[in-house]
């Protein structure tokens, strides 16, 4: 399916003029707000419990709102958020070595290889501050100094140390800091949680987004639940590539059952492949694991300078190795951003110079550092993901080199959103991972962790209010026909699922599907690759629903049900992500078209034809979808061919 | 490699349930644990059969899903090792694998391998927080955490929650759950308002959530795949009674 069609360009009205710095500010100014007594009148809806979803969950609660949350998982304490290993950026320029926030929004723009909104983007560096100061008084041990102040490291795409850490589980104690935050609330009776919960669809009246339909996953049920606001926090989408280092059970569903209601999806083809994660095993690999980019500060990356080189990595003399980072991005060196560095490690072992099983991997050796620091310090750094290193492989790091393989991590791409955070759809707000709003094309290590947190404590509390406050709302009932339709056609779907009966598993597809799109759609991309793609998945979709089984019931917990509606979603989402991708004829930041690169190998953009979010309207089902393109201003960060050389 | 999985199934919380034998061949020692039960699964759908239903997410060992009783440990054999981070590797070929449930009244069983560990959740939400509204948080630097206290804090912070301690504990307690998040945040001086009132609370919820008492046996910070130390229960314990003396019950 390639046929879609240019609609209106759409603009996004919330963010106020001025200059950059007074924006924020100026914004929560006008934002009308809601009196604490009329506050317990509204409920919001929040789905997911990660960074994003728990920060805002707790926040509204404690603002006097009734919230109801969802997750899958069995605890909200188990989000995905819970794996980010390396750490969160703030511009609190602790270390004096020029940071700011303008440095960090300079940095995030040009990161992001000029394809994020520049008021978005301003108002993340703003809050980043305030970020941290939270995560402290709640109680988020941070790596410390001696002296008791916190510590800082350096992160991939800068030259200044502004990342805080927590070992290597940032993630996890960022985000028990909010599900802690979150219980509290639980506890005081103003959140009703849903653990083991699974939104199916969302309920659209009168053009507003006014509930969910979820399905208990314990007992089957499918139920509604209704509210003034939906909040959508259900992170991003890459696990459409099967491998990927996203958790087995992230998936798409939430913002794609949004999008076909309505919603715009933003530039699908931005997603992140990771520069150092453990490369495959075999055909048996579940999904991928990442080690931490910040291991990128103390290791240097590697290979033989000689094709098919098959010798130890410790038999390999120092010259006859090639740093090639370093050689080809000296003032950056092994810091470079992850788009590139992952396109260089490809190029590599493209090359022939990949090391390990299938040629598919560069070194990350630690050799260096452990004599230079000793293997203490190193150890007092990385030893949980020296270990987690060592558990995956069976090889001890502080002995011999990783081996390091890009993986698909992250997806910059999502729902559609304004200033305010809030979709096309009134009253349905997007934040942390499964928006696209902050990253642009390519996503700045330690970068995701600020956004989600930002969006949840900070930005969308402040601008919900303004929506809630407007009103307008009529009341609305379980019984509204508008309300049982989409219920019963969220449990027709499954029933459909349960009925094919088929003789290929779940997974058996959905590795094939994620198969297709690492091949053909990426980390190089063409118009060949694409066209092929957009031939196959539809055939792929067609297959699914006439030989997948789904075994037992639907009045029970079944797992392989839960799986069969994920990956059913993902065959209609991998359509769009790839026709995006087809569309977007320049290279830029994480989407990497080979017909647009520079004479050296890089991404070249066109900003004349694309300097704008592609914004894609679901056309129904076997119709095109509308493209509506939302131009980008640059005011403050001149766009240039990104150099990290 | 082959192997025997001796699997517990039971199909539902009320329904009974017994250990069921499969064979699995062909599979590697690159393998994780749970990958060979997926490979498992698949071959059960394809036969018509229910696959074996359990937690996992992450598969990273560090959501605190995955929860197995593997040859009568929590999590198998590996020290500090989660049950998707276990390789086969830890297994010879020919190898015959018992495969069971976390066993604990607290956490009942909800079919096959799944159970329910909400009530960790509520131990949480009785008081394993520090008051600290959105907006409200000071400076960062205006309190200073020595760097032995802010790593105590981190060592205990690090539990995932899964419920190998209950699981591994004869009485079914949960007092390394209970005592690392005491720990964490009664080490740090954000967490000194709440310190005793945090620790009364924690402990009734514990207790009537139905998990046993402490022993001092042990069994719970061997089989920890994030090494919280048996000493931090010695800290609930002295948390607790200064909270007595202090007069806050």
């Known amino acids: 399916m390639i046929d879609y069609t240019v609609g209106e360009d759409i603009v996004d009205r919330a963010a106020p003029d001025g200059p950059i710095e007074a924006r924020w500010d100026t914004r929560r100014f006008t934002a009308k707000l809601v009196n604490p007594s009329n506050r317990r009148k509204h409920r919001i809806i929040v789905v997911g419990t990660g960074l994003a979803g728990g920060s805002a969950g707790a926040t509204l609660a404690e603002q006097g709102y009734q919230v109801v949350q969802f997750c899958f998982q069995d605890s909200p304490r188990r989000a995905h958020s819970v794996a980010a290993q390396g750490g969160i950026n703030a511009a609190k320029d602790y270390r004096n070595d020029g940071d700011s926030i303008h440095r960090l929004f300079y940095d995030t723009v040009k990161g992001g290889d000029f394809r994020s909104r520049e008021s978005n983007v301003y108002r993340l560096a703003q809050v980043s501050v305030e970020i941290i100061d939270q995560c402290v008084a709640q109680g988020v041990p941070f790596a410390r100094e001696y002296g008791g102040l916190l510590d800082n490291r350096s992160f991939g795409g800068v030259q200044v140390s502004r990342t805080f850490y927590a070992r290597g589980q940032t993630g996890q104690q960022l985000l028990i800091g909010a599900y802690q935050a979150l219980s509290r609330q639980i506890a005081a009776g103003n959140i009703e949680m849903h653990p083991r919960t699974e939104m199916l669809d969302l309920i659209v009246i009168d053009g507003r987004a006014r509930g969910i339909v979820a399905r208990d996953l314990i007992t089957g049920e499918v139920r509604t639940y209704l509210a003034d606001a939906v909040v959508l926090a259900t992170g991003g989408y890459g696990n459409i590539f099967y491998l990927s280092t996203n958790a087995k059970g992230s998936n798409a569903t939430a913002i794609w059952r949004a999008h076909r209601r309505g919603a715009y999806l933003a530039n699908p083809c931005y997603t992140q492949i990771h520069p150092t994660c453990i490369p495959r095993s075999g055909e048996h690999q579940s999904k991928l694991t990442l080690m931490s980019e910040s291991l990128r500060n103390d290791g240097r990356i590697w290979v033989p300078k000689r094709k098919g080189d098959t010798r130890a990595p410790n038999e390999i003399p120092e010259d006859e190795r090639d740093y090639y980072l370093e050689r080809i991005y000296p003032s950056f060196g092994n810091l470079v951003p992850r788009d590139i560095a992952s396109r260089a490690a490809k190029n590599q072992c493209d090359e022939g110079r990949g090391v390990g099983p299938g040629g598919l991997g560069v070194y990350l050796d630690f050799a260096d550092a452990i004599a230079r620091l000793g293997r203490d310090a190193v150890e007092a750094r990385y030893g949980n993901l020296f270990d987690m290193y060592q558990r995956i492989t069976g090889e001890n790091p502080y002995e011999v080199p990783m081996r390091i393989y890009p993986a698909i991590h992250y997806a910059m791409g999502g729902l559609w959103v304004d200033y305010d955070l809030q979709s096309n759809l009134a009253g349905l707000f997007v934040i942390g991972e499964a928006n696209f709003s902050d990253h642009g094309a390519n996503r700045l290590g330690a970068s995701a962790l600020m956004q989600g947190l930002a969006d949840g404590y900070f930005v969308l509390p402040a601008t919900i209010n303004d929506y809630l406050a407007r009103g307008g709302l009529d009341p609305v009932g379980p019984e509204d026909p508008a309300v049982r339709q989409v219920q019963s056609e969220a449990l027709d779907r499954l029933q459909r699922l349960l009925s094919v009966r088929g003789e290929r598993t779940v997974d058996s597809f959905h590795r094939e599907l994620g198969a297709l799109l690492w091949d053909k759609c990426g980390m190089a991309r063409s118009d060949e690759s694409l066209r092929d793609a957009l031939e196959r998945i539809p055939k792929l979709r067609e297959q699914f629903w006439q030989s997948v089984t789904v075994p037992g019931t639907g009045a029970e917990l079944n797992q392989e049900l839960e799986k069969a509606n994920r990956v059913a979603d993902f065959l209609e989402f991998a359509e769009l992500l790839a026709l995006d991708a087809l569309v977007r004829t320049e290279s830029c930041g994480g989407h990497f078209r080979v017909e647009s690169q520079t004479p050296d190998g890089e991404a070249r953009r066109d900003d004349e034809n694309f300097s704008h979010v592609a914004a894609w309207e679901f056309g129904g089902d076997g119709r095109g979808p509308v493209l509506h393109k939302e131009p980008l201003q640059f005011d403050y960060v001149h766009p240039t061919q990104r150099s990290y050389a | ?249």
């Open chain 2, 1 to 249: 490699m082959n192997l025997t999985l001796r699997i517990w199934r039971q199909p539902g919380p009320d329904a009974g349930g017994s250990m069921v034998t499969y064979q699995v061949s062909d599979v590697s020692p690159d393998m994780s644990f749970l990958e060979v039960l997926d490979v498992l699964n698949e071959r059960l759908i394809r036969a018509g059969e229910q696959p074996v239903a359990f937690d996992h997410d992450c598969r990273e060992g560090i959501c605190g899903s995955c929860a197995m009783v593997i040859n009568g440990r929590p999590h198998g054999p590996e020290q500090t090792t989660t049950t998707c981070q276990l390789h086969l590797r830890s297994f010879r070929d020919g190898d015959v694998i018992d495969v069971e449930p976390w066993r604990a009244r607290p956490f009942p069983v909800i079919k096959d391998l799944v159970v329910d560990r909400s009530a960790f959740d509520r131990i949480i939400s009785s008081g394993g927080y520090i008051t600290s509204p959105t907006g409200s948080a000071p400076e960062a630097h205006s309190i200073l955490v020595p760097k032995p206290v802010a790593d105590l804090a981190f060592e205990n912070a690090t539990c995932i929650g899964c419920g190998a301690c209950v699981a591994a504990c004869p009485n079914g307690s949960a007092m390394l759950f209970t005592a690392a998040k005491v720990a964490h945040l009664n080490s740090l001086p954000q967490g000194q308002p709440e310190r005793e009132s945090r620790v009364l609370s924690m402990v009734a919820t514990m207790d009537a959530e139905g998990f046993g008492g402490c022993t001092n046996t042990g069994e719970c910070a061997a089989a920890c795949p994030k090494g919280i130390p048996l000493s931090s229960i010695a800290n609930l314990n002295r948390e607790y009674l200064h909270a007595l003396r202090a007069g806050r019950a």
